[in-house]
Nanobody, 125 residues
Framework: QVQLAESGGGLVQSGGSLRLSCAAS????????VGWFRQAPGKEREFVAA????????LYGDSVKGRFTISRDNAKKTVYLQMNSLKSEDTAVYYC??????????????????WGQGTQVTVSS
């Protein structure tokens, strides 16, 4: 199974930007769709974005459309989440997740079978 590790979180002011990285290890990374989710205190884990193996399918949650961009570099086994125009409501722990699947990725938590440990993003107003 693929192992995932997120990085790039931190504290940023409202309106600022951050880029998160999800680094994968293991041979099973090949053919994986990858998604980003987030979870704020007291709330359910929320879909943020997902990308298919070759990057043709890009999906976004309604709350981040037009502000966040997901991309991947398969040679580096890394998926990125560029977050611009950050708002206080973007504050959460951000997780990346993966599933071996070549088609359009899912947007539900239960669709993915490998998860990272998460990275905290805090947006101050």
């Amino acid at each position: 199974q693929v192992q995932l590790a997120e990085s790039g979180g931190g504290l940023v002011q409202s309106g600022g930007s951050l880029r998160l990285s999800c680094a994968a290890s293991g041979r099973t990374y090949s053919g994986c769709a990858v998604g980003w989710f987030r979870q704020a205190p007291g709330k359910e884990r929320e879909f943020v974005a997902a990308i298919s193996w070759i990057g043709l399918s890009l999906l976004y949650g309604d709350s981040v459309k037009g502000r966040f961009t997901i991309s991947r570099d398969n040679a580096k086994k890394t998926v990125y989440l560029q977050m611009n125009s950050l708002k206080s409501e973007d504050t959460a722990v951000y997780y990346c997740a993966a599933k071996s699947f070549y088609g359009v990725p899912g947007t539900q938590v239960g669709w993915y079978d490998a998860w990272g440990q998460g990275t905290q993003v805090t947006v101050s107003s």
